[in-house]
């Protein structure tokens, strides 16, 4: 005669099924996660929201390039190809000469 399992016995042993897997699946997460990044304080630190006017204008003149410092550029196409006038035509065959 066989005996069935009770399905409290199931349950449990399902859920320590589970336990089991979902810590060793923690473990195994810690172990190969790298960890954080560590950013310095001065990296981290909010930006000054108001620009400072003096250091825009010192770039300003840095940057400023007169004409005569600017080289002219000449931009030129490639040179056409030329498409010949005659296509060539299929020369005939002898059927003794593919034999």
Known sequence: MKRKIPSLVTILVLTTLTSVMWITLSIYRAITTEPAAVVPEEISRALDPELDQGTISEIQKRI??????????????????????????????SEEETQ
């Not at 400023?64 to 056409?80: K, R, V």
């Open 64 to 93: 400023f390039l007169g004409e005569d410092q600017i080289p002219a550029t000449i931009i030129t196409s490639p040179a056409p190809t030329s498409i010949p006038e005659e296509s060539p035509t299929p020369t005939p065959v």
